[in-house]
Nanobody, 124 residues
Framework: QLHLVESGGGLVQPGGSLRLSCLVS????????IGWFRQAPGKEREGASC????????NYAHSVKGRYTTSRDNAKNTVYLEISSLTPEDTGVYYC?????????????????WGQGTQVTVSS
């Protein structure tokens, strides 16, 4: 069983940036692609980014390209999501999730293990 815990969320002003972390435990992180998903208030959860198990490949939703950057440090069992130029539309709960598959598609059904989420609120 894989256990994922997100952190780094909070209240941020528009135009600001933040870095979310996803700490993975239970099994080695080396075999899993890690995705980040977000769920805005009143909306369905959507995929934002994914990084392959070896970190050599990433995939981003069109809506976040250029502002979201995902990276990983397998030695620390941690995956990161950096978000820049935050807008109120980035507000939501952010989840990280692990998959045995690659990052070809950003759909929740491809991911087997999920964290509990961290709240990001962008407001002045």
């Amino acid at each position: 069983q894989l256990h994922l815990v997100e952190s780094g969320g909070g209240l941020v002003q528009p135009g600001g940036s933040l870095r979310l972390s996803c700490l993975v435990s239970g099994r080695t992180l080396d075999y899993y692609s890690i995705g980040w998903f977000r769920q805005a208030p009143g909306k369905e959860r959507e995929g934002a980014s994914c990084i392959s198990s070896n970190g050599n490949s990433t995939n981003y939703a069109h809506s976040v390209k250029g502002r979201y950057t995902t990276s990983r440090d397998n030695a620390k069992n941690t995956v990161y999501l950096e978000i820049s130029s935050l807008t109120p539309e980035d507000t939501g709960v952010y989840y990280c999730a692990a998959s045995h598959h690659g990052c070809t598609v950003l759909v929740g059904t491809w991911f087997d293990f999920w964290g509990q989420g961290t709240q990001v609120t962008v407001s002045s």
